[in-house]
């Protein structure tokens, strides 16, 4: 496609040309700036705002798919109504078929706890049953599964819990996931093409998958081949799959025009939420607990190095202060002496104040999603108590340490709205503007960095700067098109902002203007 956009407030991001009103695309490219080519369509943006699309840096696009397919629990607020859903489904289902569900959140729930396991068992169905925690690091699952699974509800599980014999936490889940009917390639297909539908619609051009299995993989590439993938994927290969990486870091970065293997993600510890996170101290609400290490450091640093010398990127999972500064130790000895490598660490959540030097002294990427934040701010208090909270998604302070933060949104545990992740980065408040002056506000960052979080930094993060995250000339047609300008707005006329366009290599996806 070749067009000229005429008429708009353009914000390139781009500090030798910050501004502009008019951009041509030609084959894909941006080849004109403040001028426009007359051979071309021209589409009048009547004031409307542009930027570099964004990028989510953080999402999982077949989980996505996956979990629209199942029950939706996000919205419930006690788990007798989570039992009554999972009644209703069984009825219109067979005898032996599994009944999954995602999103419950037991800090929503009148009762603010696990739930116990009559409430399932009790039942009158037949079908095994897992039911994923909102943070994906626990499932409830009842006693059909664990017979299923063989599993042993009092062995001592690494890297796992069990509580109330019916919650799995991290790595307790693996038996049930283990006997989970497999996906065949249609079926993942179609996940990720349900999945491209939202992002598409929510102004988002590139994500960067954060675990991507043989299957995922396979199916993307079909897609793209069959041109039914028009976004741009950086994706993470899953670390606990061994041929797939040896596969991979015997054969080198895969690149391709929309598709990008170059990183291996892996987890250190469990979410705050169902008190997996690795801490240095306890829970303030569970007293015997420090929350759990997935991995060991002896696995993880071979892992690592596997990672050094194959010069594919680390993306490693850590949420609490304990598993932040493990990872940071492993990273920093790994790759001393080694710039620009640019390893993550994924959410990076709850990082100590010594820590915080310790990624731009290393080269250490923390890739962040702002909404976390304010999901979790309510229990937050409870969960580490007051002295800790100002451990939680210190965005400016990564900043101000000299930083470049990839922004992102977790999909399916967030919502995978960028502009709910830039309300989040800059308000630290809910869509109610609860707090008034925003959560533990002195992490709160400008309107600039917060669009640079979901664009320029987000193309840092899968060392692509010189293509994406920025309106320059020669850089990819990568576009969104904004009812607001997002630099100048109000703080609610954020979450007012329309997605007008959405344009991808060129191609306008998406035009309500």
């Known amino acids: 496609m070749k067009f000229n956009l005429i008429n708009g407030n353009i914000i390139t991001l781009d500090n030798a040309n910050?501004?502009?009103?008019?951009?041509s695309?030609?084959?894909?490219?941006?080849?004109?700036?403040?001028?426009?080519?007359?051979?071309f369509d021209t589409i009048d943006l009547k004031g409307a705002t542009v930027i570099p699309g964004f990028i989510d840096s953080h999402f999982h696009i077949t989980n996505l798919g996956k979990r629209l397919d199942m029950l939706q629990l996000k919205e419930c607020k006690s788990s007798h109504e989570i039992g009554?859903?999972?009644?209703?489904?069984?009825r219109s289902i067979g005898p032996n078929d599994w009944i999954l569900g995602f999103g419950w959140d037991q800090t929503k729930w009148h009762e603010s706890d696990f739930p116990k396991k009559d409430v399932l068992n009790n039942l009158p169905i037949s079908q095994p049953v897992m039911l994923t925690r909102i943070d994906g690091h626990s499932s409830w699952v009842n006693k059909h599964a664990i017979k299923l699974?063989?599993?042993?509800?009092?062995?001592?599980?690494?890297?796992?819990?069990?509580?109330?014999?019916?919650?799995?936490?991290?790595?307790?889940?693996?038996?049930?996931?283990?006997?989970?009917?497999?996906?065949?390639?249609?079926?993942?297909?179609?996940?990720?093409?349900?999945?491209?539908?939202i992002i598409i619609s929510r102004g988002i051009t590139n994500v960067h998958d954060a675990w991507q299995s043989r299957d995922t993989i396979n199916a993307i590439n079909s897609l793209i081949q069959k041109g039914e993938f028009p976004i741009r994927c950086y994706g993470m290969l899953a670390s606990n799959d061994t041929d797939l990486i040896n596969e991979y870091f015997k054969n080198g970065i895969f690149?391709?025009?929309?598709?990008?293997?170059?990183?291996?993600?892996?987890?250190?510890?469990?979410?705050?939420?169902?008190?997996?996170?690795?801490?240095?101290?306890?829970?303030?609400?569970?007293?015997?607990?420090?929350?759990?290490?997935?991995?060991?450091?002896?696995?993880?640093?071979?892992?690592?190095?596997?990672?050094?010398?194959?010069?594919f990127q680390l993306c490693t999972h850590a949420i609490g202060d304990k598993g932040n500064s493990m990872v940071l130790d492993i990273y920093s000895e790994t790759m001393k002496n080694i710039s620009n490598h640019r390893w993550?660490?994924?959410?990076?959540?709850?990082?100590?104040?010594?820590?915080?030097?310790?990624?731009?002294k290393n080269g250490i990427v923390p890739s962040m999603q702002p909404s976390h934040c304010t999901s979790d701010m309510r229990w937050m208090n409870n969960r580490i108590g007051s002295d800790r909270v100002h451990k939680i998604s210190r965005w400016k302070s990564f900043i101000n340490s000299g930083c470049k933060i990839p922004g992102g949104s977790d999909c399916p545990i967030e919502d995978g709205n960028p502009l709910f992740e830039y309300y989040a980065a800059v308000t630290r408040q809910d869509h109610n503007g609860?707090?008034?002056?925003?959560?533990?506000?002195?992490?709160?960052?400008?309107?600039?960095?917060?669009l640079k979080m979901l664009?320029?930094?987000?193309?840092?993060?899968?060392?692509?700067?010189?293509?994406?995250?920025?309106?320059?000339?020669?850089?990819?047609?990568?576009?969104?098109?904004?009812?607001n300008d997002l630099l100048n707005c109000d703080d609610k006329n954020i979450l007012n902002t329309e997605i007008l366009m959405t344009i991808i290599d060129g191609k306008i996806l998406k035009n309500i203007l």
């Not at 063989?150 to 307790?172: E, H, K, M, T």
């Not at 993550?344 to 731009?360: C, G, K, L, N, T």
């Not at 930094?457 to 098109?481: C, H, M, P, S």
């Open 344 to 360: 993550r660490i994924e959410h990076a959540q709850m990082v100590s104040d010594e820590d915080i030097p310790r990624f731009y």
């Open 455 to 483: 664009t320029t930094w987000g193309a840092y993060g899968e060392f692509a700067e010189n293509k994406r995250g920025q309106i320059k000339i020669g850089y990819n047609g990568d576009l969104t098109v904004l009812s």
């Open 18 to 23: 910050p501004n502009a009103h008019s951009l």
């Open 149 to 197: 699974s063989n599993l042993n509800l009092s062995d001592n599980i690494p890297g796992g819990d069990i509580i109330n014999q019916c919650i799995l936490i991290d790595n307790a889940m693996n038996p049930i996931q283990s006997i989970l009917p497999k996906a065949n390639n249609k079926m993942i297909e179609k996940w990720i093409k349900m999945a491209i539908e």
């Open 84 to 90: 009554q859903m999972v009644l209703e489904k069984s």
């Open 255 to 311: 690149e391709s025009n929309l598709y990008t293997i170059r990183s291996a993600k892996a987890f250190i510890d469990g979410a705050l939420g169902s008190r997996g996170a690795a801490l240095f101290e306890p829970y303030s609400d569970d007293h015997n607990n420090c929350g759990l290490i997935l991995i060991s450091a002896e696995e993880f640093a071979e892992l690592a190095q596997k990672c050094k010398k194959a010069g």
């Open 25 to 39: 695309v030609e084959n894909g490219k941006i080849k004109l700036i403040n001028e426009i080519n007359k051979r």
């Open 434 to 450: 609860f707090p008034e002056s925003g959560w533990q506000n002195q992490e709160c960052i400008n309107r600039m960095d917060a």
